[in-house]
């Protein structure tokens, strides 16, 4: 009988014992059973403790922030450690999965669970390579979704969860109303104080695994005008009337004072009023009185860009020096309330220059966040990467940095002037996944962007994306945790242990296959950077039109493999190959859309675009757990809506 001694009491281990127990009697159903005790002394069984239990040293930086895995086992037990609480969590994963366990979609149904007769021994120990790997909500989802995917996330040792906005009520209801979607299900909203409920329900199921919490984000404009503070489902508040106080706080452009693109979330403020800044400093102060379970509380300005405040005092400092001074008086109120609460401040639009004349007075309180959303997916950093001059700031008409090299050139102006810790906020998971509907690019893409971090002197990422992102298969989010843990794990040895437990012995010619369908629709063409005319559409371009029409000879062939699969002995088999059969279908729709765009045809790709999302979202209750529909719809409304394409403001 195997015994599991957790020789500490927290509820992190209370969990990680739970998990061992679990898939110890999946793995060996006919074992009897597995016990669970709290033995500080034990000497025998699986031992589950932090390092410093066994007289392992534990000379992390930051044992909160820094995961160090241990794992030396027998057939019979052994010791399960970790820097912290959530590693030992990791170092059962781990061991199990030296054991032939593997979690490759969110959900049960992504579990490969071996049947096997005994343990292997295992002797790891892995100190991350970078402190911050996770992701943050985004997209359409569901709180089933949620849930699923803060399970998944830690068995492939990632630790971080990020929660946007104070109620989200645009990413749980853009799946609740079914928006793009109406045609096929009758819509269910959530109201606020449900969406709530779900947040504080997945706050507390982050916690359970010992995660690192980040929260809020934007909102704190609002929030510091009493403004409705949530990203609605159409971002559209012109129902609300303003007191004249709150009109006078808005930023003033082109001499007015008004609501930003219809919506308060993505209004600026008058920044240079102490009163306002106050107000905001505040309103930080009382959350994280109020909220004591985070790790990092984001603090983000208003989501709209280039709508900073015009007024003659406005107009002396940059955005970020405004916003340095309102982090520095939050700094300054939590210190003298003896409130620890560590803060997250960004790079993001506006605040892409850095301050020129403030400083963080309090550096060990802040991390930064490095958001590069503007940059196109064509290129990763590296030793021998040519960076350009810094883009030249100019109020409310500076030009985005679209090329990944720029936006590093903003970022390096930061880091003469910021030597604390900082991780790389992305997107590739966001409306980028879509562009590559053969996936394959988009993983070297996030495999090399993963390495570049330390080039670029960050400390990890973490993923603005959907929960949703396992089309046609979840093989991006593994390699990109991988590389996290690990900079210098090999794309190709990552790529066959995923592909070989997800499609079993025709791994080769399903992986091979969609590599072949990223080729054809080609992911530099589908982010925009090959038209031949910019004026007729930034996906203009007819001699890629004979590519696309290969994408309906490979949708054939993606059918007919995936017919022959279609019951396989392990779940996430049958799974992998009944996404490619869908698979196949979504591909051909997309690929007339896009020979569309490529022959200037923009009134025909929209209308195909219109029709594509009334017909595949007929599927949406059997992929939902992998396939975001409504983001794709998004994406290909920016597409095909207007001539240049996909428009980030």
Same mark, same amino acid.
């Given at each position: 009988?195997?015994?599991i ?40 069984? *699986? ?26 086992t027998?057939?019979?037990?052994g ?38 007769? @005994?343990?292997?021994?295992? /002797? ?24 699923? %995917? ?105 001499g !007015?004072?008004?609501? *930003?693109?219809?919506a ?7 920044? /240079? ?42 107009r ?15 700094? !300054?109120?939590?210190?003298?309330k ?7 401040? /960004? ?6 220059? &850095?301050?020129?004349? !403030? ?18 997916? %064509?290129?990763s950093?590296?030793?021998n ?13 500076? !030009? ?5 090299? @720029? ?16 991780? %790389? ?22 495999h090399?962007?993963?390495?570049a ?30 590389? $996290? ?16 437990? &997800? ?17 054809a ?23 890629h039109?004979?590519?696309?029409k ?5 949708? @054939?062939?993606?059918?007919n ?30 690929a ?16 195909? &675009? ?12 059997? $992929? ?8 794709? %719809?998004?994406?290909?409304?920016h ?11």
């Amino acid at each position: 009988m195997l015994i599991i001694n957790k020789v500490r009491a927290d509820h992190v281990i209370d969990h990680a014992a739970e998990e061992l127990k679990k898939y110890l009697r999946m793995m060996m159903p006919e074992s009897g059973e597995v016990d669970i005790c709290y033995a500080p002394e034990a000497k025998d069984g *699986f031992r589950l403790g932090l390092l410093e239990d066994f007289g392992l040293p534990n000379d992390v930086e930051d044992p909160i922030l820094d995961d160090v895995i241990h794992v030396d086992t027998t057939e019979d037990g052994g010791i399960l450690a970790g820097s912290n609480m959530r590693s030992i969590l990791f170092a059962v994963y781990r061991f199990l999965r030296e054991n032939g366990c593997r979690w490759l979609y969110p959900g049960i149904d992504g579990e490969y669970i071996p049947t096997i007769d @005994a343990l292997q021994p295992v /002797s790891w120990h892995k100190a991350a390579d970078h402190r911050i790997r996770g992701f943050c909500d985004e997209g359409c989802v569901s709180q089933e979704n949620m849930l699923e %995917c803060i399970d998944f996330y830690p068995k492939l040792e990632l630790n971080t969860f990020m929660v946007e906005w104070f109620i989200p009520n645009g990413y749980y209801n853009r799946y609740y109303t079914h928006q793009h979607n109406t045609g096929n299900f009758i819509p269910e909203p959530a109201n606020d104080t449900q969406i709530l409920r779900w947040r504080r329900h997945c706050e507390t199921e982050i916690s359970k695994r010992g995660l690192l919490l980040f929260a809020i984000g934007h909102g704190w404009t609002c929030k510091a005008l009493g403004l409705p503070t949530n990203n609605s489902v159409n971002n559209d508040f012109t129902y609300l009337t303003f007191t004249e106080e709150q009109l006078a706080a808005f930023a003033m452009i082109n001499g !007015e004072r008004k609501m *930003f693109r219809k919506a308060p979330l993505f209004t600026q403020i008058c920044m /240079s009023r102490a009163d306002l800044r106050s107000k905001i400093a505040d309103a930080i102060v009382d959350y994280a009185e109020t909220h004591r379970n985070m790790t990092y509380l984001r603090v983000s300005l208003a989501d709209g860009g280039k709508n900073h405040c015009e007024c003659e005092e406005c107009r002396k400092l940059r955005p970020a020096d405004w916003f340095w001074k309102i982090l520095n008086e939050a700094d !300054e109120k939590l210190t003298a309330k003896n409130l620890p609460t560590r803060l997250s401040f /960004s790079s993001y639009m506006d605040t892409f220059f &850095a301050p020129q004349e !403030e400083r963080l007075k309090n550096p060990d309180r802040f991390i930064m966040s490095y958001a590069p959303i503007a940059r196109d997916y %064509c290129s990763s950093i590296n030793e021998n990467s040519v960076i350009p001059e810094p883009t030249p700031y100019v109020r409310n008409a500076w !030009e985005r940095p679209t090329t990944t090299e @720029a936006g590093y050139a903003l970022f390096r102006e930061y880091q003469k002037i910021w030597k604390g810790n900082v991780y %790389c906020f992305e997107y590739h998971f966001w409306r980028h996944q879509f562009l590559d509907p053969g996936g394959l690019a988009l993983a070297r893409r996030l495999h090399e962007d993963v390495r570049a971090l330390k080039v670029m002197g960050i400390r990890g990422m973490a993923e603005d994306g959907s929960q949703r992102s396992a089309w046609p298969n979840a093989f991006a989010t593994y390699i990109y945790a991988a590389t $996290l843990m690990n900079r210098d794990v090999d794309f190709d040895t990552v790529a066959e242990d995923y592909f070989s437990h &997800a499609y079993g012995a025709d791994w080769k010619q399903a992986m091979q296959l969609l590599q072949k369908i990223s080729d054809a629709f080609d992911f530099a063409y589908m982010e925009g950077t090959k038209s031949k005319d910019e004026q007729i559409s930034a996906y203009y371009n007819p001699d890629h039109v004979p590519q696309l029409k290969k994408v309906y000879e490979l949708a @054939a062939l993606e059918r007919n493999m995936a017919q022959k699969h279609l019951s396989m002995e392990y779940r996430p088999q049958t799974i992998s190959w009944r996404l490619l059969l869908r698979h196949a279908e979504y591909i051909e729709k997309w690929a007339a859309i896009m020979i569309a765009k490529a022959e200037g045809d923009n009134y025909k790709a929209l209308a195909m &675009a219109k029709d594509f999302c009334d017909d595949f979202g007929r599927h949406e209750p059997e $992929l939902q757990r992998y396939f975001d529909h409504s983001l794709s %719809c998004r994406v290909l409304e920016h597409i095909t809506r207007k001539p240049q394409g996909i428009i980030l403001d």
